[in-house]
């Protein structure tokens, strides 16, 4: 069970890096973008994506 965990610790870091190494300028632009944002709407795209995530996982298993 740890194996699968680590495995998906893994993936995400690799998925979350493959944006900064191939585009820098535009990742760094989508953060200045994000900082500017409300609380309420980032924690909004927080439970978007989680939401999203686990609905993921839910239709893949």
């Known amino acids: 069970m740890l ?3 680590l495995a ?5 870091l690799v998925l979350e890096g493959l944006m900064p ?4 300028k ?3 632009q989508t953060l200045r973008n994000l900082s500017q944002l ?3 709407q980032v924690r909004f795209l927080g439970l978007t994506l989680m ?7 839910y239709w893949i298993n």
Request: no cysteine; glycine share 12%; aromatic share 20%.
């Open 3 to 5: 194996d699968f965990w």
């Open 51 to 57: 939401l999203s995530g686990l609905l993921l996982i």
């Open 8 to 12: 998906a610790l893994g993936l995400m």
């Open 38 to 40: 409300h609380d309420g």
């Open 21 to 24: 190494f191939i585009f820098p």
């Open 26 to 28: 535009p990742w760094r």
